[in-house]
């Protein structure tokens, strides 16, 4: 699977172009501000169906116009597959593959397996369990349409849930058997998606550690843990436990919506004992982890997009990643870097080929 025409129309910085790619590795060069890492959001935006770095649509539209456009061209198992999102201001966003527009954006998730690689993924680390809930719903859901269902029907429960919960505060009422519906609903879905995470976690754990062995030398050991109080007792059992706390709070304490993740480096948690070199490399290993698993589950080798990743690592660790970029496991890669020589030094000895898109 590669991507082979991307036309871009009032996106961002950009007012019109195309970019033809080659199958393997494209590179944009070019000072900070250029527009760089907007190729790799609208890349990214193909593939799931929203940017990665703004959850406002309307500053996405070029400033002074009213809509944009950002067209891509796939050839996917030997098909070519033409996927359009368009937006027009205070208009619904359109996406379109082969000029049929999608009803639910579920529908198109896991089409177009990718992996974004950023600097923004040290938010990962440094911020709350909701950040590092969102990677990891992302990465199941684009194997598995079943999981990115329940966690839409979980979500609406919750909210359902929540309003009631508000409901009897302000009028002074309680319904217990109203809310057993919606425990008993949260029970079902949550249980599939804790059980979902479990399973995730076993085989993405592998792939972790075993891509940081490669780029650290062996040098240190790292680990991702799974973190939920539906490990030790079942979501319904916590639902009613917690029923006069939820009550008081106004809103749903327990459920996996409090999960998370936890990052480890030689046992002990990243985000206190790794140094800045090594959290970057556990957020590029964490992406790599991610690759491996959505080649596995897919059965398609997933884009991968490098976003100016090579400030601030070592010779050693740069020389490792273009190692494991040079196996054949790889597909379509593009990076983005201010540094044009060290750009081209890169790609010559990958030995495979490429276009640098000098910007």
Same mark, same amino acid.
């Given at each position: 699977?590669?991507?082979?025409?991307?036309?871009?129309?009032?996106?961002?910085?950009?007012?019109?172009?195309?970019?033809?790619?080659?199958?393997?590795?494209?590179?944009?060069?070019?000072?900070?501000?250029?527009?760089?890492?907007?190729? /790799?959001?609208?890349?990214?935006?193909?593939?799931?169906?929203?940017?990665?770095? !703004?959850?406002?649509?309307?500053?996405?539209?070029?400033?002074?116009?009213?809509?944009?456009?950002?067209?891509?061209?796939?050839?996917?198992?030997?098909?070519?597959?033409?996927?359009?999102?368009?937006?027009?201001?205070?208009?619904?966003?359109?996406?379109?593959? !082969?000029?049929?527009?999608?009803?639910?954006?579920?529908? @198109?998730?896991?089409?177009?397996?990718?992996?974004?690689?950023?600097?923004?993924?040290?938010? /990962?680390?440094?911020?709350?369990?909701?950040?590092?809930?969102?990677?990891?719903?992302?990465?199941?859901?684009?194997?598995?349409?079943?999981?990115?269902?329940?966690?839409?029907?979980?979500?609406?429960?919750?909210?359902?849930? !929540?309003?009631?919960?508000?409901?009897?505060?302000?009028?002074?009422?309680?319904?217990?058997?109203?809310?057993?519906?919606?425990?008993?609903?949260?029970?079902?879905?949550?249980?599939?998606?804790?059980?979902?995470?479990?399973? =995730?976690?076993?085989?993405?754990?592998?792939? /972790?550690?075993?891509?940081?062995?490669?780029?650290?030398?062996?040098?240190?050991?790292?680990?991702?843990?799974?973190?939920?109080?539906?490990?030790?007792?079942?979501?319904?059992?916590?639902?009613?436990?917690?029923?006069?706390?939820?009550?008081?709070?106004?809103?749903?304490?327990?459920?996996? @919506?409090?999960?998370?993740?936890? =990052?480890?480096?030689?046992?002990?948690?990243?985000?206190?004992?790794?140094?800045?070199?090594?959290?970057?490399?556990?957020?590029?290993?964490?992406?790599?982890?991610?690759?491996? =698993?959505?080649?596995?589950?897919?059965?398609?080798?997933?884009? /991968?997009?490098?976003?100016?990743? =090579?400030?601030?690592?070592?010779?050693?660790?740069?020389?490792?990643?273009?190692?494991?970029?040079?196996?054949?496991?790889?597909?379509?890669?593009?990076?983005?870097?201010?540094?044009?020589?060290?750009?081209?030094?890169?790609?010559?000895?990958?030995?495979?080929?490429?276009?640098?898109?000098?910007?």
């Amino acid at each position: 699977m590669h991507l082979k025409e991307l036309k871009l129309y009032h996106f961002k910085n950009f007012d019109e172009k195309t970019f033809i790619f080659d199958r393997k590795i494209n590179c944009f060069v070019g000072d900070n501000g250029v527009g760089k890492t907007n190729i /790799l959001d609208a890349i990214y935006f193909l593939a799931i169906g929203k940017s990665y770095f !703004n959850n406002n649509i309307r500053q996405i539209v070029k400033f002074g116009e009213t809509a944009f456009s950002i067209k891509g061209t796939f050839d996917i198992n030997g098909k070519q597959e033409v996927i359009h999102i368009s937006y027009q201001l205070d208009k619904k966003k359109i996406i379109k593959r !082969n000029n049929k527009v999608y009803e639910r954006l579920a529908d @198109h998730i896991g089409l177009i397996p990718l992996v974004m690689i950023s600097p923004y993924d040290r938010d /990962l680390i440094s911020e709350r369990g909701d950040t590092r809930r969102r990677f990891i719903d992302k990465i199941i859901s684009q194997a598995n349409a079943g999981y990115l269902s329940a966690l839409i029907n979980y979500q609406k429960v919750l909210a359902q849930r !929540n309003r009631l919960l508000k409901y009897f505060a302000a009028n002074h009422h309680f319904d217990n058997k109203t809310l057993q519906i919606y425990n008993e609903q949260l029970h079902q879905y949550g249980t599939l998606i804790h059980h979902k995470r479990q399973e =995730f976690i076993k085989d993405f754990a592998i792939f /972790l550690k075993e891509k940081y062995a490669i780029l650290s030398q062996n040098k240190e050991q790292v680990n991702i843990i799974y973190d939920s109080e539906l490990s030790a007792k079942p979501l319904i059992d916590l639902l009613n436990q917690n029923i006069q706390k939820d009550r008081i709070l106004q809103h749903t304490s327990k459920g996996i @919506h409090r999960d998370d993740f936890l =990052f480890e480096i030689n046992g002990k948690p990243i985000k206190k004992f790794g140094s800045q070199g090594q959290q970057k490399s556990f957020l590029i290993t964490l992406r790599l982890a991610e690759f491996e =698993f959505l080649k596995q589950k897919s059965q398609q080798v997933p884009i /991968l997009l490098f976003d100016d990743i =090579f400030d601030k690592l070592d010779e050693n660790r740069v020389t490792q990643i273009v190692k494991m970029v040079n196996d054949k496991t790889f597909g379509q890669i593009f990076i983005t870097d201010t540094h044009a020589e060290r750009t081209k030094n890169l790609v010559k000895n990958i030995h495979q080929s490429f276009k640098i898109f000098a910007l």
